[in-house]
């Protein structure tokens, strides 16, 4: 399994951003999917999961903001996030697993394969 990160880039705060993630390698709609980022210094964050069924799941610091979605089609999971903040200044991770618990989403231990990243920088 592959998973490849895309779309960060510098926008200014109260921007939108959309970053996706594509696996490869195996059938995607057996896969559970997660975002997570990880600023500099800081450990890594969870951001929000998806269930293989389609339900959605946030982390506190990003509900209400950010969306995560997938198209099953595309082997693609996107994350739309709003209201951008410098604070959401990161490298953004994709994540995948064939266990769909999602007692252990937030859980970076939890998650089998990783993409590389995409860095998103958010302005003042």
């Known amino acids: 399994v592959q998973l490849q990160a895309s779309g960060g880039g510098l926008v200014q705060a109260g921007q939108s951003l959309r970053i996706s993630c594509t696996l490869s390698?195996?059938?995607?709609?057996?896969?559970?999917l997660g975002w997570f980022r990880q600023a500099s210094g800081k450990e890594r964050e969870y951001v929000a999961a998806?269930?293989?069924?389609?339900?959605?799941y946030y982390g506190e610091s990003t509900k209400g903001r950010f969306t995560i979605s997938r198209n099953n089609a595309k082997s693609t999971v996107f994350l739309q996030m709003d209201s951008l903040k410098p604070e959401d200044t990161a490298v953004y991770y994709c994540?995948?697993?064939?266990?769909?618990?999602?007692?252990?989403?937030?859980?970076?231990?939890?998650?089998?394969?990783w993409g590389q990243g995409t860095l998103v920088t958010v302005s003042s």
């Open positions: 994540s995948a697993d064939r266990v769909a618990d999602r007692v252990y989403f937030s859980s970076v231990n939890f998650w089998k394969h």
């Open positions: 390698g195996s059938n995607f709609r057996n896969y559970a």
């Open positions: 998806i269930h293989w069924n389609g339900n959605s």
